[in-house]
């Protein structure tokens, strides 16, 4: 798979390994509601898969594949995640390729909503692979339709 320069760029930031630089920066990207910044993390052909894409697209699938398709999702975040959306986090396990971390329920300020998340890294250092695994807590939010106030 061939990157743009400006992949490159971000998936070569000097300091860090490709995990961690993927590790912050996503976290990163997300709680600032910066599309275009979690956009870059991506390798063009990524796919991504989460029980929210039919929930906040209208798609029968939860499979996205490539840029043009994660962008909408990516937006669409920015513009509806409630409060409850916290990122308390404590760690990440990885073989050097894949990374997974959690975002328990139970943080330091209370409940948040609870993920795995789990990705797998190209060799540019750019995530090919995103499932997001959704816990009770996270359900709940959709059933209760606080991505849509």
């Given at each position: 798979m061939h990157t743009t320069d400006a992949s490159a760029a971000v998936a070569n930031e000097a300091g860090s390994t490709p995990i961690e630089r993927?590790?912050?920066?996503?976290?990163?990207?997300l709680s600032r509601n910066d599309a275009d910044g979690l956009l870059k993390?991506?390798?063009?052909?990524?796919?991504?898969?989460?029980?929210?894409?039919?929930?906040?697209?209208?798609t029968e699938s939860g499979v996205l594949r490539g840029h043009a398709q994660l962008r909408p999702l990516f937006q669409k975040l920015r513009d509806t995640k409630p409060p409850v959306r916290q990122y308390y986090r404590t760690a990440y396990l990885t073989d050097g390729k894949r990374l997974v971390w959690e975002y328990p329920r139970s943080g330091p300020h209370?409940?948040?909503?609870?993920?795995?998340?789990a990705m797998e890294l190209n060799d540019h250092g750019?995530?090919?692979?995103?499932?997001?695994?959704w816990g009770w807590f996270g359900v709940r939010v959709l059933q209760r339709h606080e991505y849509h106030r």
């Open positions: 993927v590790y912050f920066a996503w976290n990163d990207a993390l991506y390798a063009p052909g990524a796919v991504l898969e989460s029980p929210l894409v039919p929930y906040l697209l209208g209370g409940e948040q909503m609870d993920f795995v998340e750019l995530i090919q692979r995103h499932c997001v695994y």
